[in-house]
């Protein structure tokens, strides 16, 4: 009895959720009559397009006038007021593969074991 109980609740949220979905993906026709009746003003528009526009491409303009004066290197060392550079205190990490290089002595029973394995 639980159980049928359990899965028609189940049953009827899932339906409440596809339900909802659905009727959040309701049909465009209301909004589009709302916006072709109030028309927007086409040269005010435009004329705010044509100075935003000017105004990116003098930024543009600007931006690359700087970057073409100071290049841009990607190791640069950054330095203290006196000149010195300064040391984040990094690790040395070095890369090494196991299938290369020459084999260690075995240290103990086990690691003579498993060469001659």
Do not use: H
């Amino acid at each position: 009895m639980r159980k049928s109980f359990s899965t028609k609740a189940t049953a009827a949220i899932t339906m409440a959720a596809m339900l909802a979905s659905m009727t959040a993906c309701g049909s465009s026709e209301a909004t589009t009559a709302d916006t072709t009746t109030a028309e927007p003003d086409t040269t005010t528009v435009a004329e705010e397009t044509t100075a935003t526009t000017a105004e990116s491409t003098e930024a543009a303009e600007e931006t690359a006038e700087e970057t073409a004066s100071d290049e841009y290197d990607p190791y640069q060392v950054i330095t203290d007021d006196s000149g010195n550079p300064i040391d984040l205190g990094g690790m040395d990490i070095i890369i090494r593969d196991w299938w290369s290089g020459e084999e260690a002595e075995p240290q103990n029973d086990y690691e003579e074991a498993l060469r001659d394995y």
